[in-house]
């Protein structure tokens, strides 16, 4: 359900995200709009689809029969992803896209933190300053470029999995 009444953060926030997919298109030529909550974010994504300056380039993933292999699927072929939920980076660093995350509750940057990218982590806020495009696409031209990021990701990813291995297998065993 959308926001009833002035909203001039939320404003703001749409602004900035339709500047920031439209420099996106700009460095990579298309843009995918990989929405996590099926009730809401369709509806916002292809509302900042429409104001987005070349919409042909913009692509909305609404489809909620897409499997999990079919989505890391998609992540997989992306270039950089710009996760504004925790989902969406999760998927996104363990198929080795590199991330930049935009959190608005802290599970968010925990996770970034985790997986040692807390360089390319900002609240959603930072959305909101004046200088949020030129923050936004130096970070994701950054991550791109930082080879020791996405190694340094790598590796936490690795090491969480064989502790969740490890924890799973004494359970088990009671």
């Known amino acids: 359900m ?18 920031a997919i439209d420099a996106l298109v700009d460095s990579h030529g298309a843009v995918v709009l990989a929405p996590m909550h099926m009730v ?29 292999g079919q989505i890391r699927s998609v992540y997989a072929g992306a270039d950089v992803m ?8 999760i998927v996104a660093t363990s198929v080795g896209v590199p991330t930049v995350t935009y959190f608005y509750v802290d599970k968010g940057r925990l996770y970034a933190d ?11 806020e930072r959305l909101l ?11 994701a031209a950054g991550v791109v470029a ?4 996405r190694e340094r990701t790598a590796a ?12 799973f297998a004494a359970a088990v065993r009671g």
Request: cysteine-free; charged content about 25%.
């Open 114 to 124: 985790q997986v040692g990218a807390a360089g390319y982590t900002r609240p959603i």
């Open 156 to 167: 936490a990813l690795a090491d969480m999995r064989a502790t969740l291995r490890e924890d």
């Open 146 to 149: 930082d080879v020791q990021q």
């Open 129 to 139: 300053e004046d200088d949020a495009l030129a923050d936004l696409t130096t970070m």
């Open 82 to 89: 710009v996760a504004l939920r925790l989902h969406a980076g």
């Open 2 to 19: 959308a926001p009833r009444g002035p909203q001039p953060d939320a404003d703001l926030l749409t602004d900035r995200l339709v500047q």
């Open 40 to 68: 809401q974010d369709p509806a916002y994504a292809h509302a900042l689809r429409a104001r987005a300056a070349r919409p042909e380039a913009v692509h909305v993933l609404d489809d909620d029969a897409l499997s999990p």
